[in-house]
């Protein structure tokens, strides 16, 4: 089933220890999948970090 509409995804995170430089980890989605008998949204095919 395709999604039409969007949904709020974490794009950036950032993560700080101590006084250090803050690190970033960013995030892209694939493919959303759905569950074709009525119970909604199951996660996507493909997801990246880096």
Do not use: I, N
Request: some cysteine; proline content about 6%.
């Amino acid at each position: 089933m395709c999604h039409r509409r969007g949904m709020p995804v974490v794009r950036k995170h950032l993560v700080q220890e101590g006084k250090s430089t803050p690190r970033a980890r960013h995030f892209s989605y694939e493919d959303p999948r759905s569950d074709l008998l009525g119970r909604g949204f199951q996660g996507f095919g493909k997801l990246r970090v880096w």
